[in-house]
Each structure stands twice: as structure tokens, then as C-alpha cells.
């Protein structure tokens, strides 16, 4: 079975500090193509900014981004996985809980996120290979 590390171990770990503004965190997601950035504070995993956090708690409640701080609008203290997690358990957490992102972490080291497409891309290429296997 294949775990997290396998997935991340050559990606670049982005996050954003809690200190930033909204403005800030959808200019640097919106650069890296990406919808969801782990929120540190003092270096530690403190919250999650996603997409969906722009929409909800900063655009539909009129908040202005380049005065709110991603600390007011983050989801806090995420639900994270252990890089060494199998993506069977992420994708059962996922649906479990309606997440569509997870915080990897290794001991209180930030590794990386995961997102749904990223366990079904994985998922796909699994696929691929045992039929590839299984024709030959």
C-alpha cells in the first residue's frame, strides 16, 4: 500500500504564516496553483486557509482581504495525517469528515498537503498499472 510520503516526497512544502493578509494568502495560492495553504504560527501548524475560506468567511461576509489577517478566517487546528499514512486512510478521513485537503505532518514537522485530486490522480495511475499488468 502506498503511503503520503510516497506521494509528496519530491513536491516543495508551501504554507503561509497566520500573520498575513487574505490578500497575501490568494495572490501566493493563485501564483502556485494551489487551494489550500497550511497556516503556521511560531513555525507550527495552526490552521488551514482554503478556497472555500476566501468564499465563506471573507467574500460572502464582506470582509476586505487586504485587511484581514488569514489567522481570523483559517480553519484552525486542522485534522492532520502522519507522513507515513496510507492514501486508503486519507481517502476514508475525506469522506468521512468532507475534507478536501489534509495537513501531512511528521512529528510537528509540516510535509505537505493532499489534496482529493491528488489521491485520485494516484488512484488512477494504480489503475493504469495493474491493467497494464494484468494485459500483459
Known amino acids: 500500500m502506498a503511503t503520503l510520503r510516497d506521494?509528496?516526497?519530491d513536491r516543495k512544502v508551501y504554507s503561509i504564516d497566520?500573520?498575513?493578509?487574505v490578500l497575501e494568502a490568494a495572490r501566493?495560492?493563485?501564483?502556485?496553483n494551489i487551494g489550500a495553504l497550511p497556516v503556521l504560527r511560531n513555525g507550527e501548524?495552526?490552521?488551514i486557509f482554503s478556497e472555500r475560506d476566501v468564499m465563506n468567511r471573507v467574500v460572502a461576509v464582506g470582509r476586505t482581504a487586504g485587511h484581514t489577517a488569514v489567522a481570523e478566517v483559517m480553519t484552525a487546528n486542522?485534522?492532520?495525517?502522519?507522513v507515513d499514512e496510507t492514501v486508503e486512510e486519507c481517502l476514508f478521513i475525506m469522506r468521512e469528515f468532507g475534507?478536501?485537503?489534509?495537513c501531512i505532518v511528521e512529528g510537528?514537522?509540516?510535509?505537505?498537503?493532499?489534496?482529493l485530486r491528488?489521491?485520485?490522480m494516484h488512484q488512477a495511475g494504480e489503475l493504469q498499472r495493474q491493467n497494464r499488468r494484468a494485459a500483459s
Open 7 to 9: 506521494i509528496v516526497k
Open 18 to 21: 497566520a500573520g498575513r493578509t
Open 78 to 82: 486542522p485534522r492532520a495525517v502522519n
Open 118 to 120: 491528488d489521491i485520485l
Open 28 to 32: 501566493f495560492m493563485m501564483e502556485h
Open 99 to 102: 475534507f478536501r485537503h489534509l
Open 108 to 115: 510537528k514537522d509540516l510535509r505537505g498537503v493532499i489534496s
Open 45 to 47: 501548524l495552526a490552521g
